[in-house]
C-alpha cells in the first residue's frame, strides 16, 4: 500500500492568484497522477508527472495553467495558475504501487473567489 | 471517455447485501475490471478488481460474467458507512495506466 499527503487540504484564493498543492508518498513511486474534481463531477485526469521528465498532460489541459513539478521518486507538487473561479474543485494525486491498485490523496479542496 | 455503464444511484437497506452492476460491453482481453469508492469527497478508495475470475476481499466480492461484458460488485452486509460513489473502471493490466473514471453509481444505505 501507499500513503498519500497532501497539503493544503483546502484553501480559498482569491482570482488571479497561484496555488500550489503538495503530494508527498511514503515510498518510491514512477508515476504519480494528478486529478480534478469539480463540483457534483467525477475525476478527471490532468497530467501524469514521471521524475526527471516532463510531465504528460491531457487534452484541455497545459503546462501554463496547471504546472507540476516532480523533484523525486516521493514528492510532486501541482500549481493552479492565475486562478478564476471555474478553478474551483477538488485536486487529488494518486500513485501505483506493485502494478495492481492506485492510491489518492485525501485532496485539496480549492475555491476562488 | 470511460467504457462503463453503471446506474445512476441505488437504494440498500441496511444489513442487507448490495450489489452493483456495471456493463462493459467493449472490454479487451488485457483490461481488468476494477472498482473504487469515494465516500462524501474523500479520495477514491481501492475496493477489489479483477480479470476474468470472480473475486473476494475483506470488503467485498466480485463476480464478472463468463463473457466479461459486464459484472456485480457485492457488498454483502451494507452499513451506513458504505454510502458513497461506486466507480468500475476497466483498463490494461501494465503499470502505468492511468485510471478513466465515469459518473459512477451513488449508493445510499437506509437505515
Known amino acids: 500500500s501507499a500513503v498519500i499527503s497532501q497539503k493544503p487540504s483546502r484553501d480559498i484564493c482569491q482570482r488571479g492568484t497561484s496555488l500550489t498543492i503538495q503530494c508527498q508518498v511514503d515510498s518510491q513511486v514512477t508515476m504519480m497522477f494528478w486529478y480534478r474534481q469539480q463540483p457534483g463531477q467525477s475525476l478527471t485526469l490532468i497530467a501524469t508527472a514521471n521524475q526527471g521528465s516532463e510531465a504528460t498532460y491531457e487534452s484541455g489541459f497545459v503546462i501554463d495553467k496547471f504546472p507540476i513539478s516532480r523533484p523525486n521518486l516521493t514528492f510532486s507538487t501541482l500549481t493552479v495558475s492565475n486562478m478564476s473561479p471555474e478553478d474551483s474543485s477538488i485536486y487529488l494525486c494518486?500513485?501505483?504501487?506493485?502494478?495492481?491498485?492506485?492510491?489518492f490523496g485525501q485532496g485539496t479542496r480549492l475555491t476562488v473567489v | 471517455d470511460a467504457k462503463t455503464t453503471q446506474p445512476p444511484s441505488m437504494d440498500c437497506a441496511e444489513g442487507r447485501a448490495a450489489n452493483l452492476p456495471c456493463n462493459h460491453s467493449?472490454?479487451?482481453?488485457?483490461?481488468?475490471v476494477y472498482w473504487y469508492r469515494q465516500i462524501h469527497s474523500q479520495g477514491p478508495q481501492y475496493i477489489i478488481h479483477g480479470l476474468k475470475n470472480n473475486e473476494t476481499n475483506e470488503m467485498a466480492s466480485l463476480i464478472i460474467t463468463e463473457d466479461r461484458k459486464s459484472s456485480t460488485l457485492i457488498l454483502p452486509h451494507a452499513t451506513l458507512r458504505d454510502t458513497a460513489v461506486y466507480y468500475c473502471i476497466v483498463r490494461p493490466g501494465p503499470y502505468g495506466q492511468n485510471f478513466v473514471f465515469g459518473p459512477g453509481t451513488r449508493l445510499s444505505v437506509l437505515p
Open positions: 467493449t472490454i479487451s482481453g488485457n483490461e481488468y
Open positions: 494518486s500513485v501505483e504501487v506493485m502494478n495492481t491498485e492506485a492510491f
